[in-house]
């Protein structure tokens, strides 16, 4: 299974802003459209990755609030990428590694969308309920002589 597999299911929403919005525009966006990251763009140019963990660590440092903090104080400038034929093992072993939620997917230098350890973890539970179905249907298809040679 690849990343576009899981892109092709989930969609290629995009949410972003730019490095110098106000911190605490971002988080309403993130509270307004309900999602754990914004991909922070530059001239149609990834240049980090907002996440509520950036936030939270932001917030701690600066005494409890996002006060006048600016996007670039707070983004991941050197985020996971992956691109549309990465392989789900390699994406899992990669935010395991990083212990990163979030990585945007890259293909020809444009980012093509975001996909979260959510989305990872959701692809492979649908994909073996899928084999398990196979494998169930396949059991109840068994010939019944086969059946009991197989016993």
């Known amino acids: ?19 110098n919005e106000p911190l605490a525009r971002a988080v309403e966006i993130m509270a307004d459209k309900d999602v754990g990251s914004l991909v922070v763009m530059e001239h149609d140019d990834v240049v980090g990755m907002l996440t509520f963990r950036e936030v939270i660590q932001a917030v701690v440092k600066n005494g409890g609030s996002v006060g006048t903090l600016q996007v670039r104080s707070a983004m991941d400038d050197a985020p996971l990428t992956c691109t549309l034929e990465t392989e789900m093992d390699e994406v899992r072993r990669m935010m395991l590694e990083r212990h990163a939620r979030y990585m945007p997917v ?23 309920n899928f084999e398990n179905r196979m494998l169930k249907a396949y059991i109840r298809d068994w010939p019944e002589g086969e059946r009991q040679s197989a016993e």
Do not use: C, N
């Not at 890259?106 to 073996?128: H, L, N, P």
């Open 1 to 19: 299974m690849k990343v576009s597999d899981i892109l092709r299911v989930k969609g290629s929403t995009l949410y972003a802003v730019t490095s």
């Open 106 to 128: 890259m293909e020809m230098g444009q980012v093509k969308g975001v996909i979260s350890f959510y989305d990872v973890a959701k692809a492979v539970v649908d994909s073996q």
